[in-house]
Structure formats: structure tokens, C-alpha cells
């Protein structure tokens, strides 16, 4: 055991009632990459036979200088960044960033690219619970579930990749619009894919909901109060799990989020359980938004996509070839990007694993001086150790999988 | 001072009115800038006052304002859960002492936060209990988030110890 750890907590009493059973405390390292946990961390865990007595959280080991590299580039430089930052709901950070910088531009979206926003939003949250809870199973030792999961989600890719032709960082979301509108044929076989998602939630709900290992090792287990949720500013579907029906969606509404007709489900003891309860819930309000944007896409028709503001405006490609204002403003889009007023700014939406906020300064130039990405998988990890002290080493497992750390967020 | 219609820089113009600097409610996010010495006294106000309770320490961030004195900015985010409210508050610190009080006491969830400003700006938070760095490893040299620290920076990655 390296001297810079603090691992002295006690057992709470208790617990504590198996007398000459105890044995010297073990110090066992899990981690940094481990068949156990998706997600590249460390656990230096002090052990007591199989009991956790304290633990020490390593992050860092995916930190590639994200908001270094943003305060060096353009604004628009940063977009591609953000899609690597929450690499199963990469469109979720980039409606992020791009409604921070909307915030400090001070633009508004056209009604269409808000809706084709909310549709990626939720696409990207789905496939964000289904790789939660499929990968869950996984580390159960549950293969089929898994493997229903992981289809669900190669659909949900499907849909995006025929939004913006890539299925995993997406690169969709522009500043003042999206990258373009979706074809005609999208409804059609957005519906029947759909169907297809629905089929096989049901066919999860099957295998795992009641399935008595699942449920053994889920109750009880990785339980938190709601003053510590609070206190730790944990957000998403762990505090909701609490009973604490907090939802940036619905309390500080953004795009047209309070024209759509949702639930925030909650949960009530606040163990594992609940947490996935809450996650299949939150896929079932996905797919209802989902059905929703597709009828009001469909019902607004075609459309402008993007915002009409000299700043952030892309010339049509067919000018830009034949005259030479618009050849100037693309040389200018491509190779400066817009200038950002000067000032401060923070916006938060609901990601799918909390609070995901972006707090931006600028210094009127074309370059950011800060680009803060507030990741709720870092906050959220914090009090894994009080989640954990006194359970099972096997605890540790689902509890850490319905944290959702996702390494490219957590450590930047 | 102005309290542009925000409850939370009224409450502090009345109570805290001294360690106040500034205010500002641009593109329509409350902002106080706080004495850095009163920082905690502060912060302990805005989460126990019956008209703020701002009971969830959001984000805690800082900002290198090279060339400016006080270079740093440490930049906290406040929400208010019942109130659903939000406030940044924010404190200056300077170059040659980068040190300001810490919120473990008040918000664990200061923590972490503040782990990762000491490793990537240097600014030391006074009473913290485990301030080590978070993202970086223990043999890093300098702070990287560091107007001044070059972005083409190479350094020898060390394994680890144990």
C-alpha cells in the first residue's frame, strides 16, 4: 500500500458482530482495467475477508487535456471534443455545448432543428441506458440480456446514423442548428425500428426484471440517502432513484421540452434496484419523446435547420462556388468560426447520467479562454466509497455499473 | 450593488454586503464576486438562509485570467433544489498565493472538485483534507490547465509505485 492513501474508516458497529471472524485487513487492487468494470478506473480497496472496509476511487487514466485542447482551437473546434466526452450519448454533449455558446451568441434555433434536436437527444439517451443496464448484466454474469441490449442499441445507431452518417461520435449538433435535416424516408423506418426496440425491452424486462440472482444482487445494495445524494450534488437517474424527481428537462425546460408530454420517474429506497427501475422507465419516456418528435417532424415539414444570424450562418455551397461575398464568409467560417460576445456563461441539460453543463468565458475573440464541461460521471463517482463501505466486494460491481462512469467524461 | 431581481445577491447585499465585490446577472445567470477571505463565510450563509438554500455545490471551477491581478478565479456554481435556483459565485486569488478556503465542511461534493482545480491550476484549497491531484499522477510536474503551460508539453508518463 502506497503512504498517500487514507484508508482508515471503521466498520460501522452494526456490522460488526462476527467477533473472531475478522480477518488483517487486505489491501487489493481492482483496476485500471478490469473484466469486472466497464470504464477505466482503479479501486485500492482495504479489504476485510470479503467485507469492504474503505476504498479509494483512482480517476484519471482517459484525461487527454479536453479543456486544454478547447481554449486552444475555434469554437467550433470544440464540437468534435465534446463527442468524445460521453462516447455512448455523444449528441447529448454536443446539444450541450452548442446551446452554451447559443446562450452567450444570445441566438435562437428554428422550431424544426429544435425538434431534430430533442429526436437526437433522446436516441443518444436510450442507447445510453441500454449499453447502463445491458453492460450491468454483462457483469452479473448475464450474457443474454446483454446481448438483447447491445441490439437495442445497434437500432438506436441505426437512427443515428442516418440523422449524421456516423453511429458513435456523432459530430451532429452545429452552433445554430444541425449539421443538415433528415430525409423523407426517416419516419418510415425510424417507426419500424422502434418496434423492434419495444420487442426487445420487453424481452429484457423478461429475462432480468424478476429474475431472483438479479434481483438478489441488486436490492439493498449500493444504497444512499437523499441528504447524501444532495450533498455530494449527486444528479440523474441515482438521484432519482432517491425519490428526488429532479429534471433539468422538465425544471429549467430547453429546446421544446415543455411542449413534450413526459414522466420523471423516481424511485424510492435508492439501492441499485431502483436505479435500474428508474433506467428502463427513462427508455420507455425516451421512446414516447421519440414517437412524439417523429409525428411533429412529419407535421412541420421541410423546414430551415439552422439559425439565419450572420455570425454562425453557413453559405449555401451553390453561392459559394460562384460568388465572392459567400466565398469570404466560408473562408471565414472555416478558418476563424464565430466570434463569441464577450462574457460568461453556464447551461445545463439532462444527460443520461445527471446534470451535464458546459460553463464558458470569452473574451470576444474567436478562441474560448475556458471551457469547463461540469461531467456528472466524475461527481456522480464521488461517493461510490460511502456507497460501498460495509457491503460485499461483489456489491461494488452492479453499484459502480449504475454509476455510469464513463472514462472520456470523468476524467476529460 | 445591484440585485437584478435575484433573491440570493439580495440576501447577500443585505447580509453579506461587505465581502461582496461585484454583481452581474449577464445572459441572465446571477453572479457575485465574493472576497476570497470571506469565501467560506459566505458560502455557509448561502447554504443555511432560509431564502437561498442552496443546499447542491454544482460545479467548482477556476479560470486563468493571465496578465490580470488576481490572476485565478475560482468559480462555484450554486443550485438551490427546493427553490430551483441557480448562482455563481466567484472569488479572485492571486498568482503568488494561490490558496483559498475550502467547502469540504459545507458540500462534500468539494472534494473531488476541488482535487481537480489543485491539479490542473495549482490554486491550494486551505484545510482541505486530501488534496492530491485526481486526473494526473503524483510525478507530474506543473499545472496544465495554466495559460502559460504549453499545450505541446511532453512529460515522461511514470507507472505506478506499488
Known amino acids: 500500500m502506497s503512504s498517500d492513501l487514507h484508508l482508515h474508516a471503521e466498520l460501522p458497529p452494526d456490522q460488526d458482530q462476527r467477533g473472531d471472524l475478522h480477518t488483517e485487513h487486505q489491501i487489493l487492487n481492482m483496476g485500471p482495467s478490469h473484466p469486472a468494470t466497464h470504464g477505466t478506473v482503479k479501486f485500492v480497496i482495504e479489504l476485510d475477508g470479503e467485507q469492504v ?26 464540437i468534435p471534443y465534446t463527442d468524445r466526452l460521453n462516447y455512448n450519448s455523444a449528441i447529448l454533449c454536443n446539444v450541450g455545448f452548442c446551446l452554451a455558446v447559443e446562450k452567450l451568441l444570445q441566438i435562437e434555433t428554428p422550431e424544426r432543428c429544435q425538434w431534430l434536436r430533442v429526436l437526437a437527444s433522446e436516441l443518444s439517451r436510450l442507447g445510453d441506458h441500454l449499453t447502463r443496464t445491458g453492460a450491468a448484466c454483462l457483469e452479473l454474469q448475464a450474457m443474454t440480456p446483454f446481448l438483447y441490449g447491445i441490439e437495442a442499441r445497434e437500432l438506436t445507431w441505426d437512427l443515428q446514423e442516418m440523422l449524421c452518417g456516423a453511429r458513435v461520435t456523432s459530430n451532429y449538433i452545429r452552433i445554430g442548428g444541425v449539421k443538415h435535416d433528415i430525409a423523407p424516408s426517416y419516419y418510415g423506418s425510424a417507426r419500424e425500428k422502434l418496434a423492434k426496440i419495444r420487442e426487445l425491452l420487453k424481452d429484457f424486462d423478461d429475462v432480468v426484471t424478476q429474475n431472483r440472482i438479479f434481483v438478489d444482487r441488486m436490492k439493498g ?34 429546446l421544446v421540452y415543455d411542449q413534450i408530454d ?66 469570404i464568409q466560408q473562408f471565414k467560417s472555416v478558418t476563424e468560426g464565430p466570434r463569441v460576445p464577450k462574457g460568461e456563461g453556464y447551461f445545463a441539460i439532462e444527460s443520461a447520467n445527471g446534470e451535464l453543463g458546459f460553463y464558458l468565458v470569452s473574451d470576444g475573440s474567436a478562441q474560448p479562454v475556458k471551457v469547463r464541461c461540469r461531467p456528472p460521471s466524475f461527481i456522480n463517482l464521488a461517493p461510490l466509497p460511502l456507497m460501498v463501505r460495509g457491503a460485499m466486494l461483489a456489491d461494488l460491481i452492479p453499484t459502480f455499473d449504475f454509476i455510469n462512469m464513463i472514462g472520456g467524461e470523468c476524467d476529460r | 450593488m445591484e440585485d437584478f431581481g435575484s433573491v440570493a445577491l439580495r440576501r447577500l447585499i443585505e447580509v453579506h454586503g461587505a465581502a461582496l465585490q461585484a454583481t452581474h446577472a449577464n445572459f441572465g445567470d446571477a453572479t457575485a464576486l465574493v472576497d476570497p477571505a470571506r469565501i467560506a463565510d459566505v458560502m455557509r450563509f448561502l447554504r443555511d438562509d432560509a431564502e437561498c438554500q442552496f443546499d447542491m455545490l454544482t460545479d467548482l471551477t477556476a479560470v486563468d485570467y493571465l496578465g490580470e491581478q488576481p490572476r485565478f478565479e475560482v468559480v462555484y456554481h450554486l443550485y438551490s433544489v427546493p427553490r430551483n435556483k441557480r448562482l455563481r459565485v466567484k472569488a479572485r486569488v492571486s498568482e503568488k498565493t494561490p490558496e483559498i478556503a475550502t467547502l469540504c465542511p459545507l458540500w462534500p461534493s468539494a472534494n473531488w472538485m476541488e482535487r481537480e482545480v489543485w491539479d490542473l491550476y495549482g490554486i491550494r484549497f486551505a484545510g482541505h483534507p486530501d488534496l492530491r491531484r485526481i486526473l494526473l499522477y503524483k510525478q507530474f510536474e506543473g499545472h496544465p490547465l495554466r495559460k502559460d503551460y504549453p499545450k505541446e508539453k511532453r512529460q515522461p508518463l511514470i507507472g505506478p509505485q506499488n
Open chain 1, 53 to 78: 472496509v474503505d476504498l479509494d476511487v483512482q480517476v484519471g487514466y482517459l484525461h487527454r487535456g479536453f479543456e486544454k485542447e478547447c481554449e486552444s482551437g475555434s469554437w467550433y473546434q470544440c
Open chain 1, 221 to 254: 445494495t449500493g444504497v444512499i440517502s437523499k441528504e447524501d445524494c444532495i450533498k455530494y450534488a449527486v444528479t440523474g437517474p441515482i438521484l432519482r432513484s432517491v425519490g428526488v424527481p429532479l429534471d433539468v428537462r422538465k425544471d429549467e425546460p430547453y
Open chain 1, 262 to 327: 413526459f414522466d420523471v420517474p423516481v424511485g424510492e429506497v435508492g439501492d441499485n434496484y431502483d436505479r435500474y427501475l428508474v433506467c428502463v422507465e427513462e427508455m420507455q419516456q425516451s421512446l414516447r419523446i421519440i414517437d412524439q418528435c417523429l409525428a411533429k417532424l412529419e407535421q412541420l415539414g421541410p423546414g430551415p435547420v439552422n439559425c439565419d444570424d450572420p455570425r454562425v450562418r453557413w453559405p449555401a455551397k451553390g453561392r459559394v462556388f460562384n460568388a465572392m461575398e459567400e466565398l
